[in-house]
């Protein structure tokens, strides 16, 4: 059976299609038929500059996608031909006997010192057919749909399960909370529609730039939405937004840039939960990021709360299933417009339109194989 495979010679490179000749599933094995994959912000940087975590070049990027089961080995219970599934990004180590990954494991993949995410470590889906290995299938993040759901919806369970572990790692921040949001690219976007389906009081989002800040309030925005551009006086309007409380109850971090988490700090108030959700990375690394935290009147006094979650395990999947399958993220059509779909011989163009400022989520249809 053939596959097509498309491969980036290196970081700015160019794809090249390949046919290359793929095996039955073997035991516990299933192979999938992509249906869509939608760019991740990482695809853009992977693509610019590459990645340490990709060891080997040429690579196979993009890692969200829906799927369908095309054929399933002997001793696959979980799935049948035919079945339509989201996959996470973050997948076990492989190591059945791991306590994070493995049978008995505590499921924190992303803890795992030898965490592996497909798209990086593992190869990604800019591919027609892949084989996924027996862990894979009875432990990896992948769920099913109901066989008439929309491939677009399902191949964004990934970036909205990141979303979904930052916004519930800590209980009670965002039901009837005010809810700050800084930057309004694709997680916050998704960050104010899981808040809205979990029932925030009030959302605020602050961006720099207006013109994708302008299209998230214009399609996603409502009576409890407010969108800040981000100027001078951004803390003492993000205050008065915040009124009859004096302060936020949930800051998330969703710029990967300094100036985000110098923000957040000045919005931190009494019970405050800060959610530093976007990773900093530069040319020379992970910069340092300090700040003083008083651990008993900030912390004990206040009751404020500084974490952070990156990528997926099976609780954030789960989450993002269960918005999804049951349709409780009404507007998400509103992620892709026109302008932002693409077929699998256009990923160049599909990973230069999500670049785009105003761009949320390009989705990249496989079907037509
Ligand atoms: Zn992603
Ligand atoms: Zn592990």
Redesign the pocket.
Known sequence: MENLVYYLDQPGGVFTPKTEIIPEPGFGEVRIRVRRTSV????VVIYKVGLPRIKEWPAILL??VSAEIEAVGEGVTKFEVGDLVGIG?DIPCGDRGCIYCGDHGTGDWTSCPNTQAT?HEFPGFARSHAVLPDWFVELGPIVKFPKDFSPDHACQL??LA?CLEGMTRVNNCIENRVVVLIGAGSQSTYALQCAQAMGARKIIMINRGEERLNRVIKDFGGDNVVGLHWDDNVVERVFAECRPFNEPHFVMVNTPALPGYELAVQLMGYNTVLDGHAGVKGAGGKPCIAHEVDLNNDIHYKLQCYQATHGSNMHGIGLAHDLLANGKLTLIDRMTNATERFDHTQIMQAITRAADKDSLKVIIDWDNI
Do not use: A, L, T, W
């Not at 991740?40 to 695809?43: A, H, M």
């Open positions: 991740c912000q990482s695809d890692h969200e990004c798209g990934e970036p990141c």
